[in-house]
């Protein structure tokens, strides 16, 4: 038998935690997007989105929609987590096709860059020499596009045409980008933008593996109905006991009326339509991007999501120089989007695009409008609004218009629940004084306890720092306890920042020198 030592005085301390704050769910987003056959992965979630391009591929076919924006979205975003709601092409789909035609022969020499989905990733440059014809011009270019495993679509020559033919059915390929920077004297460029995409797959159940699970950010292809994110998304901004919310990003080529309707009839906090204009122009077919709409929501939707990424360097998406912007973290739900850069992206066509009264007027419904800044050196994010216009009874409401006050506001609610929830896990209850070294509830300690939340908040820039406005959140709370429910009712009035978007004002001038 062990001897046990003699010691005195007997002396028990437990290590227990120390006392601290729990901060916001880490980030998770969900792509949803369709596979070939080429890939590994068979149609359902897909957990874990892999890091390389060449794991990607793997798994959902290379030439793939799905690969298409898991790759963008790693590129841009190699950290937060990431799924894939992998669909089948529908049986009896229809593949969506482009068309490069010339007519005569070079009679000059001319370098020509061709930009097909991507002008990032899948930009061909062609040397035209003078005598080039159709079929000699055009089948360098094949070659080119023979030649890039990950694009996403393959191409055929007949009769002085390129036909493009995307690798997924369905609508997903109409209005992909198509442009050709360069004319060739002596040849007549046609083209015929992607088009005739038909018969996407079926998505009734697409988020049923979703239930058990959060994502903060949904990227939705912008061929599928709407209505179907709005379904999954509204339903989630409330639960009991629970925080399962986030927002969905989609693009929308409509014309301007088209986009206001769109942008009316979802009347939705969780979502968050972007675009610009399609262009008319005989070297331009398709989205006002040099980009696939669904690349541009996937990039910025990617972007948003590093924001939230605590401790990791935003440097090259952020547009001011304070030191504690230059990283990611759960404050940065209240810095604006607007000048965000669009990473990946070239310029659009010099012209094209909503004007600034048609941007005001989507600002005004729901739609967020992407374009080039002033110096047409990048593409950068307007005014990111969501698509709530109105409350349950149709009255107009703005409480949650602005991307930046939805994510404040969801920022805000998680802090306090999770933190409320750590701070009270297992304790008495008492509408008298609760009693020294033991764990209880009483109104002072709730009142004190939600008043050092807002603080905590207040020193990272989201709720409103300053004695005023503390005195006037510690005013309003409310806290009824009623220990034969067992139950808190706590109600909060929260004064939360807002964002720099506007000034407007007059100066004179005069010609008095004194």
Known sequence: MATTAVRNPRITLNIIPRDQRVGTEAHRALIVGQRTSAGSAVAGPVFDLPRTAAEINALFGARSHAALLARRFRKANPYTSCDVRLLEDAGGAVKATAIIAYAGAATEARTVTYRIVSGNDHAYVVDAVVGDTPATLLGKLLTLVSADPNAPFTGTYAANALTLTAANGGKVSNNWPLSVDTEIPGLDLTLTGWTGGATDPTLTTVFDFAENIRYQTVIWPSAYPQANLKAFLDPRKNLDNDIKDGRGFVFSHSALATLKTESIALNSSEIVIVSNETPTDAKWKGCYFPEAGDLIATTFAAERALRFEDGKSINHIVANNEYSEQFGGMDKCALPYFNTPIL????????????????????????????????????????????????????????????????????????????????????????????????FVDEPTMRAFGLSLYDDLAAIGITVKGQAARAKFEAAQSIVLKPDKRRVEYNADVPMVSQFGEMIGSIKFNFATA
């Open 344 to 439: 990946f992206c070239g310029q659009p066509l010099r012209g094209a695009g909503f004007s600034q009264p048609e941007q005001l007027e989507l600002e005004s419904v729901g739609v967020s409008i992407l374009g080039r800044n002033e110096r047409n050196t990048s593409v950068i994010a307007g005014v990111m609004v969501t698509t709530w216009q109105t409350d349950v009874a149709g009255n107009d409401d703005d409480t949650w218009k602005y991307l930046e006050w939805r994510d404040t506001h969801g920022t805000i609610r998680e802090y306090f629940v999770a933190n409320f929830r750590k701070e009270f896990s297992q304790h008495r209850m008492t509408t008298g004084v609760g009693v020294p070294g033991y764990a």
